[in-house]
Nanobody, 117 residues
Framework: VQLQASGGGPVQAGGSLRLSCAAS????????MGWYRQYPGKQRDLVAA???????NYDDSVKGRFTISRDNARNTMTLQMNSLKPEDTAVYYC????????????WGQGTLVTVSS
């Protein structure tokens, strides 16, 4: 499975961006999908995740500002980011997993989000 992330770019603080992750094949069987971000020199951290039953979870720093969703019919996952802050500046990666044997774990390429104050 190939994941293609898009939608990053420069934005001013308080603005919005919508990230998209397009999959090369059906995502309905993906048990877990998520967005992660990585600051320079740091590890990749979870921003938001959505399970196959629609359950979501968010990092505390983005609760109330970001919304994750998935569209199985279009094989896409999105991250709506509102009220952006300079500290949201990072490279964002999409991730998809099937809890099968063997375990399947896929990453998209990163998309850079730059929030200026």
């Amino acid at each position: 499975v190939q994941l293609q992330a898009s939608g990053g770019g420069p934005v001013q603080a308080g603005g919005s961006l919508r990230l998209s992750c397009a999959a090369s094949e059906e995502i309905s069987s993906m048990n877990y999908m998520g967005w992660y971000r990585q600051y320079p020199g740091k590890q990749r951290d979870l921003v938001a995740a959505i399970q196959d039953d629609g359950a979501t979870n968010y990092d505390d720093s983005v609760k109330g500002r970001f919304t994750i969703s998935r569209d199985n019919a279009r094989n896409t996952m999105t991250l709506q980011m509102n009220s952006l802050k300079p500290e949201d500046t990072a490279v964002y990666y999409c991730n998809a997993r099937r809890f099968t044997i063997p375990y399947q774990n896929y990453w998209g390429q990163g998309t850079l989000v730059t929030v200026s104050s």
